[in-house]
């Protein structure tokens, strides 16, 4: 009996031996499941795929499972809003390349060959690993608030700023709302990209800007600036800065500045800029950088930039025939567009260059010039019997130019003298009175007074072009450059500020030499000198 006993015994033994030998083999990898169960346990989201190969179906199968994917969230996004209130503003459109992003933990494939070759795949994963992988996204994106909040609260917001930037371009890859704590107490739920926005809008709008080392050149024309950023003290960093204009683009800010460019130059002695800033963000995925350029916002803030020091102004006369003088504007660092002169007798007259002569030589006259119409651009001088140039002790501030021409510059004590100017010799025979001189404004014809009285309503470019596309379509005008057209001197033309894309003015075409301004039937003899560094549309009128 206990022989038998023995004989049933020594088996078992054996046979547990064996099984316990064999036991991680079993265990070391799950077993996968089969199709039915994949289907219809429950237990696992899946998608389906066909084609010619096993890695053509199971591009389409992993497609076909994101999709799916896609409903679900959306469905427990919409349960989310039913179940807990909570405004959930962020558009799920999205949602398909999120999820395609996405790290998702224990994705699998079951590879099907059929009878006739092709291949058909199930894409799947769990439901636990579905949720898994959110989650675990979803504790990077809080880890990253996390630190841009003590970055902040340490003083360094440029680190803060990129990690705020981070976590609003990863949350795009991210299928739902992410939810934290914030407030002074920690208490107040809501959205990480509510929360990142508004703490880059807060920052950047206490961040002041200052300007320095300011350049200035008049050939080419062009400005350069470098562009300070602070904040409690401290430069501001992981930022990017450019001019809101079109055709500007950013640069970043290094050490709390940046330098900007500008190729207009300056139409009066102080002017604002509008500056965007942005956070700066880097990737070498070129979605993640396409994702950024369209979520990250942008902050406008307004900086004066004092050209005083840059700009100067001045005129010089030189005799012409007997009692008669042209008149020479010295206009340095400055886009002028208008040019504004009292002779001292009684004419004035808008011309560049004026030619006058004067009934009695002998006595003196005091010359006025303002440019751009500004206050501040405003030069008096003397003009006495020996020809000479004097400046004239005024409200407006007088200085001595590198030429010797009075010249009127803000920093400049009104005190200094100017050096008295020799009075050049020419025969050219003066103007008897420029007032006389001039053509009669051009009148419009009856053909084309339609499309220039609406031209001349035209508040900026933008209604310009289509207003312009409009007439051209109607075969009523053709427009353009210089090369658009047939005759620039026969084309009306429109004056666009770069700056602000107003129309500037709407001119008439040219006779004796002459444009007259269509809103205000003033004379213009030098379009390009007076609208200088401005585009011009010309617009060839067909019928």
């Given at each position: 009996m206990r022989i038998q006993q023995l004989k049933l015994f020594f088996p078992l033994v054996i046979f547990l031996g064996c099984g316990t030998a064999f036991l991680p083999f079993f265990t070391t990898k799950a077993q996968t499941p089969d199709e039915r169960t994949i289907m219809l346990s429950g237990r696992y989201h899946f998608g389906e795929g066909y084609g010619e190969t096993r890695e053509q179906a199971i591009a389409y199968a992993r497609t076909d499972l994101i999709e799916k994917l896609v409903v679900v969230v959306a469905s427990d996004s919409r349960m989310q809003v039913r179940e807990t209130g909570e405004d959930v503003t962020g558009s799920f459109a999205s949602q398909t390349r999120s999820i395609s992003r996405m790290q998702l933990r224990g994705l699998d494939y079951l590879p099907l060959e059929r009878r006739d070759g092709t291949w058909r795949v199930l894409a799947f994963i769990s439901r636990e690993d579905y949720l898994s992988s959110l989650e675990s996204q979803e504790q990077r994106l809080k880890q990253i608030v996390t630190e841009a909040q003590r970055q902040e609260r340490s003083g360094l917001y440029g680190r803060a700023l990129?990690?705020?930037?981070?976590?609003?371009?990863?949350?795009?890859?991210?299928?739902?709302?992410?939810?934290?704590?914030?407030g002074p107490d920690q208490n107040e739920r809501t959205n990480i990209d509510v929360y990142a926005e508004n703490r880059i809008r807060s920052i950047y709008n206490d961040v002041s800007l200052s300007i320095g080392n300011l350049q200035v050149h008049s050939s080419p024309d062009e400005v350069l600036f470098?562009?300070?950023?602070?904040?409690?003290?401290?430069?501001?960093?992981?930022?990017?800065?450019?001019?809101?204009?079109?055709?500007?683009?950013?640069?970043?800010?290094?050490?709390?500045?940046?330098?900007?460019?500008?190729?207009?130059?300056?139409?009066?002695?102080?002017?604002?800029?509008?500056?965007?800033?942005?956070?700066?963000?880097?990737?070498?995925?070129?979605?993640?950088?396409?994702?950024?350029?369209?979520?990250?916002?942008?902050?406008?803030?307004r900086v004066e930039v004092d050209f005083s020091d840059q700009i100067s102004i001045g005129f010089s006369a030189v005799r012409?025939?007997?009692?008669?003088?042209?008149f020479n504007p010295e206009i340095r660092n400055l886009a002028v567009t208008e040019i504004s002169w009292e002779l001292g007798d009684g004419t004035v007259t808008n011309r560049t260059n004026p030619r006058h002569a004067y009934e009695d030589p002998s006595k003196p006259?005091?010359?006025?010039?303002?440019?751009?119409?500004?206050?501040?651009?405003?030069?008096?001088?003397?003009?006495?019997?020996?020809?000479?140039l004097y400046p004239v002790?005024?409200?407006?501030?007088?200085?001595?130019?590198?030429?010797?021409?009075?010249?009127?510059?803000?920093?400049?004590?009104?005190?200094?003298?100017?050096?008295?100017?020799?009075?050049?010799?020419?025969?050219?025979?003066?103007?008897?009175?420029?007032?006389?001189?001039?053509?009669?404004?051009?009148?419009?014809?009856?053909?084309?007074?339609?499309?220039?009285?609406?031209?001349?309503r035209v508040p900026d470019f933008e209604v310009a072009q289509t207003r312009l596309a409009q007439f051209n379509r109607s075969g009523l005008i053709r427009f353009g450059n210089a090369d658009a057209v047939l005759d620039v001197v026969s084309s009306y033309a429109m004056v666009i500020n770069p700056e602000t894309r107003a129309v500037e003015a709407v001119l008439s075409p040219e006779e004796s030499g002459y444009r007259t301004s269509l809103r205000t039937a003033q004379l213009i003899d030098n379009v390009s000198e007076r609208y200088r560094g401005m585009p011009v549309v010309w617009i060839q009128m067909l019928r």
């Open positions: 990129r990690l705020y930037a981070q976590a609003l371009v990863e949350l795009q890859f991210h299928p739902l709302p992410v939810g934290i704590y914030a470098e562009l300070y950023a602070k904040l409690n003290g401290s430069p501001v960093d992981g930022t990017l800065a450019a001019i809101d204009r079109r055709g500007y683009g950013f640069t970043e800010f290094i050490d709390g500045s940046t330098r900007l460019f500008l190729d207009t130059l300056p139409q009066q002695l102080r002017t604002s800029y509008t500056i965007l800033l942005r956070p700066a963000y880097t990737s070498n995925d070129d979605e993640f950088m396409e994702i950024a350029g369209k979520v990250l916002p942008s902050v406008r803030k012409v025939g007997t009692g008669g003088y042209q006259y005091t010359i006025r010039m303002q440019v751009n119409r500004i206050p501040e651009l405003i030069i008096e001088q003397e003009l006495r019997a020996d020809g000479r002790e005024s409200r407006v501030q007088v200085a001595e130019s590198s030429s010797g021409t009075a010249t009127n510059r803000a920093a400049v004590p009104a005190t200094q003298r100017s050096r008295q100017l020799p009075v050049e010799e020419t025969n050219t025979p003066p103007e008897t009175n420029t007032a006389e001189s001039l053509p009669a404004p051009y009148t419009v014809p009856e053909r084309h007074k339609p499309i220039v009285d609406d031209l001349i």
